[in-house]
């Protein structure tokens, strides 16, 4: 009886212990599991597979409706969603007219795992526009609710077929990369997550400015193709089976990501690595096996700055795809522990695209995988702060001036092309940073979701200060790592670390400057407008247009030979904190600080000396400004700067002439 009882106190106490020890293990909610066999058939295109669904219901309220995503009918026909946006063009690529080349998938039955087949509930809805012949999104009824923490488990049948690759999925040849490619559950969202006012799904269709939001889960994926084929993954490989019908099944696990995808070829060429714990992969096509070394050297600058400025990569491995040239448009896509890359035979080592490409996606298993933010509704806070952190990475690396470009006399740093993509616009007008991916229907989502919030991070960045900024990107990561942060819960944090320090928070209104850069379309533009020397006399009227009437004088008075004004003019309706550098002839310098609000500010100087020069933002902080000609201004014009410019303009009709021989 002794032994009994203390076997039931051994239990009573270890058991518990035990679920502690396993649960704090658990990185994510899992709420979102997937048990997926799929046979891939490389003749017809066509998968056919099954899928395990546990679902749980991690919010405070019943759930009613369960909604799923089914992306591939995106490529079903040319009156979907996606096929409309996009003019049937993505990435510079078409589709195909031809029939093969079109893609779908069909559920052929779910069901509840305790019997309930929900296989004639299904139906298609269309929560972003009124399209009845989109077929990306599903409903289905439920007769009973899944109550808060309830867990559900579905069985699914479903067959698909695979689309020639146009945008970021299908097959080129024999070269397959299969991504959104089974049916997904939406994210079912509690009140006040990332804002919203009631609890609900959000499962938007699937359009071409746009892409994905997924909950975290654990994924077990096995994979049956023919044994020829080299198959790469999201997440590692357990186990490798050959079969009697010459195909071989492998299975897949990954834990606490957002999504699955892989890829097969015959062609590939494997190249492995290591970064500290992390096993590194590079799937290469034959006749670009020069430039693996690139490749594998840019993912490991990635991890090493991103282990540094923000945090831990928490999985094993990471697979690089390089896609053949009729399959490059799924070059450049992202998954956890998997990244499509790409490059070009014959490209000089000087043009880093592939470097950037690979640092670029291998940052979306921070911005997209562990910060898993609505993509849909936010582009920004996922693709602006991973451009911004590529070109910190890129202008480290290999070099500020020159990281992007280092050809031919020809240098262009990484960063400098983010922001010349921005103020390069035709119209900067067009449309506000922040709002959904589909609604920029007049162009510019590329720009304002990538090159523009960069600038405005970057442009911030230098304002506080680069420490100030790792700070909150630090406790950014932390706090929101694994779950889904919206723009707002940044912002919140900028404004509590800026606010800690009086200075920081006497040169920058936090929550002003974001509202202005991301919530309108409004720009930043100031402008040196004019200096004006005059000789000083006993009667000179002194009073400026400005209300402090700023006045700075040298001792003694007897000196004093001329009176010198300097105007400023804001002509954008962005408001900055703005620096002041002006040169006298002697070389003697003042510097000014300046809040940036007025439209119109006047600086005045009492000095034996001219004016030679007068310089804003003279350490080019303010990125955001959209004409840095305007910044300066000088008396004495040296004939040198036009020459310097013509010869910048030669240079670039002599690269642009051989470029279009090439």
Not at 61 to 89: C, D, W
Not at 591 to 610: A, D, L, S, T
Not at 631 to 647: D, I, M, Q, R
């Amino acid at each position: 009886m002794k032994i009994k009882k203390l076997i039931y106190l051994f239990c009573l106490f270890t058991i518990p212990l035990l679920s502690q020890e396993s649960a704090a293990k658990t990185l994510s909610p899992q709420n979102a599991n997937y048990d997926i066999s799929v046979k891939l058939n490389p003749e017809t295109k066509m998968l056919t597979a099954t899928e395990k669904l546990h679902w749980k219901n991690i919010t405070s309220v019943p759930v009613k409706e369960l909604q799923f995503h089914l992306y591939l009918n995106a490529f079903k026909n040319s009156k979907s969603t996606f096929m409309i946006e996009s003019g049937m063009r993505h990435r510079g690529f078409s589709s195909e007219k031809d029939s093969a080349a079109w893609g779908w998938i069909d559920i052929d039955y779910i069901a509840l795992e305790v019997g309930v087949n929900l296989t004639q509930a299904i139906e298609f809805i269309h929560p972003d526009d009124d399209n009845l012949y989109d077929r990306t999104v599903i409903r289905i009824p439920l007769e009973k609710e899944i109550k808060p923490n309830q867990e559900i488990t579905l069985n699914i049948k479903f067959t698909a077929k695979l689309p020639q690759i146009m945008a970021r999925t299908g097959f080129s040849d024999d070269y397959f990369l299969v991504g959104q490619w089974f049916p997904k559950i939406g994210v079912f969202e509690d009140k006040g997550q990332r804002g919203r006012e009631e609890a609900g799904w959000n499962c938007h269709q699937f359009h071409a400015n746009t892409e994905f939001y997924a909950d975290f889960g654990n994924y077990n994926v096995d994979i049956t193709i023919p044994e020829k084929f080299v198959v790469g993954a999201t997440g590692v490989l357990q186990e490798e089976t050959k079969n009697s019908d010459g195909t071989k099944t492998l299975k897949y696990k990954a834990e606490d990501v957002v999504d699955f995808a892989w890829t097969a070829s015959p062609l590939f060429e494997v190249v492995k690595d290591k970064w500290k714990d992390v096993d590194i992969t590079l799937l290469i096509q034959p006749q670009h096996i020069s430039k693996a070394e690139n490749h594998i050297q840019a993912a490991k600058y990635a991890f090493e700055y991103f282990d540094e400025k923000l945090g831990k990569y928490p999985y094993p491995s990471m697979t690089i795809v390089d896609p053949p040239f009729r399959g490059l448009a799924s070059a450049g896509m992202e998954y956890p522990m998997f990244i499509t890359a790409g490059c070009i035979w014959g490209m000089p080592d000087g043009i880093r695209t592939t470097e950037m490409v690979t640092i670029h996606e291998l940052g979306h298993n921070y911005f997209m995988g562990l910060l898993a933010s609505n993509e849909f509704e936010e582009a920004w806070i996922d693709e602006g702060f991973n451009t911004h952190f590529e070109n910190r990475i890129m202008d480290k690396y290999y070099g500020k001036k020159h990281s992007f470009t280092d050809f031919a006399g020809f240098h262009l740093g990484d960063m400098e092309m983010s922001r010349s993509g921005y103020v390069g616009m035709q119209n900067p007008y067009i449309a506000e940073i922040n709002r959904p991916a589909w609604l920029f229907k007049d162009g510019g989502y590329g720009t304002l979701s990538y090159n523009k919030p960069a600038i405005v991070l970057a442009t911030f960045e230098n304002i506080v200060t680069e420490e100030t900024m790792d700070k909150i990107m630090k406790i950014f990561f932390e706090r929101w790592k694994f779950k889904h942060p919206g723009g707002q819960d940044f912002i919140d944090i900028a404004k509590e670390i800026v606010e800690q320090n009086p200075e920081l928070k006497n040169r920058i209104d936090v929550t002003q400057y974001f509202c202005q850069t991301l919530n309108t379309s409004d720009i930043c533009d100031y402008k040196v407008s004019s200096i004006d020397i005059t000789e000083n006399k006993d009667e000179i009227e002194l009073s400026g247009i400005d209300d402090e009437k700023q006045f700075h004088s040298s001792e003694p008075e007897d000196d004093i030979n001329y009176i010198s004004k300097v105007v400023i003019t804001r002509i954008g309706d962005v408001v900055v904190p703005q620096e002041l550098l002006i040169q006298f002839e002697d070389g003697s310098e003042i510097k000014e600080q300046w809040n940036g609000v007025e439209r119109i500010k006047v600086f005045k100087y009492k000095n034996p000396q001219k004016i030679k020069w007068v310089k804003l933002d003279p350490e080019n902080k303010i990125l955001i400004d959209m004409n840095l000609i305007n910044n300066s201004l000088t008396l004495e014009p040296e004939t040198g700067v036009v020459w310097k410019y013509a010869a910048k303009m030669l240079f670039w009709v002599q690269n642009t002439m051989v470029t279009m021989f090439f």
